[in-house]
């Protein structure tokens, strides 16, 4: 079990209110099997990028399916205007999602290198800094001096204590790469369950009324399992998290539908 594995079963034994499964987690074999354990899976930090990139292409585009099938439109016009907001809103945000990520990185390293050198030019300064930290945070000024004594002996235990205690950054060691295709990926994949009974509608004669309930019906369950697995983030109610989603997706779906209709209305006019 490593540390990330140790604090998922802490957190879920708090929410239980199972305090034997808690005491469990924190036995000091426990602590010490963890740690000495590579932290997290390796795919763990992507979970929440694809998770939401999913979310956002469901909602997306079933929410232009139900505006066009509110207007009334053919199947072609359906699967163009499906696709065409698929495709081109999976890939910016998916390129939103590579350069916020890579812009953090940067700034994370622009500032890293600053503290360094500031350390190198000005280290009595900086140690004065950390010390009003301390004091700040409620330690006696004795204790805060221990601790800014025993931490400033390692310049790159100082440097990572300056990041996160004087301006509250923290090292983000995913690939700004595989953020964006995460995104892209479920984006694309969750967008496109409302299609494919538009497709096989051009094959086979499907009426209009039945090809929107399926999709209505597929988008559903996919925005309720994206709801649930929601949870692997936010760690929430599985139920909760998914019947919330549903209902967000299905008032998205539903304002499209009203001004679709509306716009055919016009176009009418």
Same mark, same amino acid.
């Given at each position: ?13 708090? &929410? ?30 992507? =979970? ?15 929410? *232009? *399916? ?10 072609? =016009? ?15 945000? /998916? ?21 360094? $050198?500031? =350390? ?15 004091? #700040? ?20 235990? $100082? ?11 923290? %090292? ?64 929430? #109610? %599985? $139920? ?10 299905? &008032? ?15 176009? /009418?006019?």
């Amino acid at each position: 079990m490593g540390i990330s594995k140790r604090v998922e079963e802490a957190r879920r034994a708090f &929410l239980n209110g199972d305090h034997e499964r808690s005491a469990k987690a924190h036995k000091p074999s426990v602590i010490a099997k963890a740690a000495s354990e590579e932290h997290g899976g390796a795919g763990s930090q992507y =979970i929440g990028d694809f998770v939401y990139g999913g979310l956002d292409g469901i909602i997306t585009t079933f929410a *232009v *399916v139900c505006g066009v099938a509110g207007a009334d439109l053919e199947t072609r =016009i359906i699967l163009i205007m499906g696709l065409a907001n698929l495709l081109a809103d999976g890939f910016s945000m /998916a390129t939103g999602a590579f350069l916020s990520a890579r812009s953090e990185q940067e700034y994370y390293r622009k500032e890293r290198e600053r503290e360094a $050198w500031e =350390i190198d030019h000005f280290p009595e300064g900086e140690r004065i800094e950390l010390l009003e930290i301390y004091q #700040n945070k409620g330690y006696a000024k004795e204790e805060a001096e221990q601790l800014t004594e025993l931490i400033t002996r390692n310049k790159e235990r $100082w440097l990572d204590a300056m990041m996160v205690d004087e301006l509250g950054m923290l %090292p983000d060691e995913s690939s700004p790469l595989l953020n964006g295709v995460a995104t892209l990926v479920a984006f694309v994949l969750a967008g496109s369950v409302p299609l494919p009974v538009y497709f096989l509608g051009l094959v086979f004669p499907i009426a209009a009324d039945l090809s929107f309930a399926i999709a209505l019906g597929l988008s559903g369950v996919a925005l309720f399992g994206l709801g649930v697995a929601k949870v692997l983030v936010t760690h929430l #109610n %599985p $139920w909760k998290s998914g019947l919330e989603m549903l209902l967000v997706g299905g &008032l998205a779906a539903f304002v499209a539908y009203l001004v679709g209709g509306m716009l055919k209305g016009l176009g /009418a006019a």
